[in-house]
């Protein structure tokens, strides 16, 4: 008989080939991660690293008299960022297939998916949550820390506010997902995320339930949700759709209805 220790190293054995020949898309060790779990990480580490970067030159100069127009830049901010996570949830909701080459698996899938099962969200964890808005927030980021180090303390002065207001924008599309996903949490949240929710600083859960009644077709923001009851007043995304469906003659939601069809 074979000694317990000896088949664990083949298996690992076994198992670092799968890794290295390219027939195993997860990491042998796991705390080495390898494609896209990579870049989610590095994407979190450099994000996070330059949030706080920024965030301490920005509180180096502000000043007193910068109070009033920098409440301004943050409420935008956060308002810019609400309207933005609507745009594109609309878009990836409304148009385009499942079928299109890369679009339609990288972005139109997840959203699909997300119909059918919305709580499949809170089954990720911290980094594949967030890995994705990391990323798309590094360059603004970066430039923002490139400014710090390379422009004169009279300028930098001079563009707090708008500092400000980009920064909250900024803050506010990175944890979009994770707001998101604490919008499908129903058990186990932090006291201060339901406070947040209840005071509808962020999404709250009750509000989010409304975009999930089929077809899907309202309150498409999902940072704050602040916009979603005056868009829909105005009836914003509809008049949208309709101006796109009359120049091209798609129809919205089309391939939304046969996606969920298929999975039945």
């Known amino acids: 008989m074979?000694?317990?220790?000896?088949?664990?190293?083949?298996?690992?054995?076994?198992?670092?080939q799968n890794v290295f020949s390219g027939r195993s898309k997860t990491c042998f060790f796991p705390f080495f991660p390898t494609?896209?779990?990579?870049?989610?990480?590095?994407?979190?580490?450099?994000?996070?690293?330059?949030?706080?970067?920024?965030?301490?030159?920005?509180?180096?100069?502000?000043?007193?008299?910068?109070?009033?127009?920098?409440?301004?830049?943050?409420?935008?901010?956060v308002i810019t960022a609400d309207f933005l996570s609507g745009l594109f949830h609309w878009g990836a909701d409304t148009w385009g297939s499942v079928e299109l080459p890369i679009v339609g698996k990288a972005f139109i899938r997840p959203f699909r998916e997300h119909?059918?099962?919305?709580?499949?969200?809170?089954?990720?964890?911290?980094?594949?949550?967030?890995?994705?808005?990391?990323?798309?927030?590094?360059?603004?980021?970066?430039?923002?820390?490139?400014?710090?180090?390379?422009?004169?303390?009279?300028?930098?002065?001079?563009?707090?506010?708008?500092?400000?207001?980009?920064?909250?924008?900024?803050?506010?599309i990175t944890m979009t997902n994770q707001i998101h996903k604490w919008s499908h949490t129903y058990f186990g949240l932090p006291r201060?995320?339901?406070f947040l929710q209840d005071w509808h600083v962020i999404l709250p859960r009750k509000h989010h339930r409304i975009h999930h009644v089929s077809p899907h077709e309202t309150y498409f923001c999902i940072t704050t949700g602040w916009?979603?009851?005056?868009?829909?007043?105005i009836r914003f995304w509809r008049c949208l759709e309709n101006i796109i469906q009359a120049v091209t003659g798609e129809k919205p939601r089309a391939d939304d209805m046969k996606w969920a069809q298929k999975i039945k």
Not at 2 to 16: K, T
Not at 44 to 56: A, R, T
Not at 123 to 141: A, K, Q, S, W, Y
Request: aromatic fraction near 18%.
């Open 2 to 16: 074979s000694h317990p220790g000896s088949r664990i190293v083949c298996l690992y054995y076994f198992r670092l």
């Open 35 to 77: 494609g896209k779990r990579l870049q989610e990480w590095i994407s979190v580490i450099l994000c996070f690293s330059l949030i706080g970067f920024n965030f301490y030159n920005l509180l180096f100069y502000l000043r007193l008299e910068h109070t009033s127009s920098v409440i301004v830049g943050i409420f935008a901010g």
């Open 115 to 172: 119909h059918i099962d919305p709580t499949a969200i809170t089954r990720h964890d911290f980094i594949e949550t967030n890995g994705d808005n990391c990323f798309m927030t590094l360059v603004p980021l970066a430039n923002m820390a490139y400014k710090f180090v390379s422009l004169s303390p009279e300028a930098l002065y001079e563009t707090c506010p708008w500092e400000c207001y980009v920064f909250a924008l900024i803050i506010f």
């Open 192 to 194: 201060w995320v339901i």
């Open 227 to 233: 916009l979603n009851y005056p868009l829909e007043k």
